[in-house]
């Protein structure tokens, strides 16, 4: 009996010595591939710059480094698998060692009955081997399983209350005011404040700011991304919900156009499935992109490429915005959509916004207006994390 309990805690001991070393083989682990994944992200994404600077060598080293230490915890896994494993086997062979003196010693149990003790002990001991080798490898993907219930969880918390099918959302038809609103930015002290503000429908605003002024920031709260900790927003009236409804009603345009890579008909027809070729056309049209898609070889499907490589810059711009006129907005935000463009592709744009001029609700995102000052009714400035009031300025096309 005294083996027997010997053998008992040395296993025991195995066993939690094995799930430490395993916990901690898959921490390292996990880390060790999101570093990859961050490295491979950022490789990609500088590609250009990196190759202009010759870094690819230190990237190569990098990953080098990240990928040896993948291989270093793999392996160290491995081998404790295998030792914790002849551990088993040893330790249940001197355990049915004990229980068979004991046996013979102390029960003098008869020859058959001690043979199918053996019997049912050998046919057990592979078994709780296995279930072991299965903790094991449990217990090793605890931390990649606990960082997925962590997002899991903090996703659930930002989770949007409300179908966006079931909520009407507003036209947009008189003005978009702020009373009294106040952002506090997660895990910052920095607080955005937007005190009295009323954007006229059917206008042209600037929206201008330094960066890290906090432009982003109003135009979340705009688009219903983020709900003020204070005050409310208005749309005609109606207070704005953080749901998809609202969202409906604008197009976005972004410096990084976001094209995919697909044909001029899956970028136009994204986020306006409903739309026919005729709608394409007209919003083309409209966003003074029809005369170059008429000259590509494939017209609307023609391959546009990975973010659009085959365009060019203007061309990129250009169908962005058509396809965000698709979507039959209420609201149109350019946020810095013609800050990378020559003067030449940036006067394309914005002869095309001119003549969308009162016809919808337009904010041009921007750090200088004077490029865009015929083109605006008024501006908004913001500084320090804090919106000035609506100003107007001359009517837009007046001079």
Known sequence: SGLALLTGAVLWWVLRKSRDVAKQSGLVLSRANQNLINDLQEFLGALKLIKIHGEET?????FDRVMAQLREQQLDFNQVRTRSQMAFRIGGALALAGLTYAALTWARLPTAKLLVLIA???????????????????????????????WLTLCGTERETGKAENLAAPDLAHN?????????????DKTFTVPDLSIPARKTT???GPSGSGKTTFLDLLSGLNPPEAGEIRIDGQALRADAGWRRRIAYIPQETGILDGSLRDNLTWGAVTADEAMMWRALEQAAAAPFVHHLPDGLDTWVGERGVRLSGGERQRLALARALLREPRLLILDEATSALDR????????ALRQLHGRLTVLIVTHRHEEIRDLIDGQIQVEAGRVSAWQPLTVAGDG
């Open 176 to 188: 978009i005011e702020f009373k009294g609103v106040r952002y506090q930015h997660p895990n910052s």
């Open 58 to 62: 230190g990237y190569r080293r990098q």
């Open 344 to 351: 030449d592709h940036q006067a394309v744009i914005l002869d």
């Open 120 to 150: 049912v002990f050998s046919r057990m001991l592979p078994q709780v081997s296995s279930i072991h080798m299965g903790l094991q490898q449990l217990w090793h993907m605890t931390p990649a399983f606990a960082n997925w219930r962590r």
């Open 206 to 208: 600037a929206v201008i």
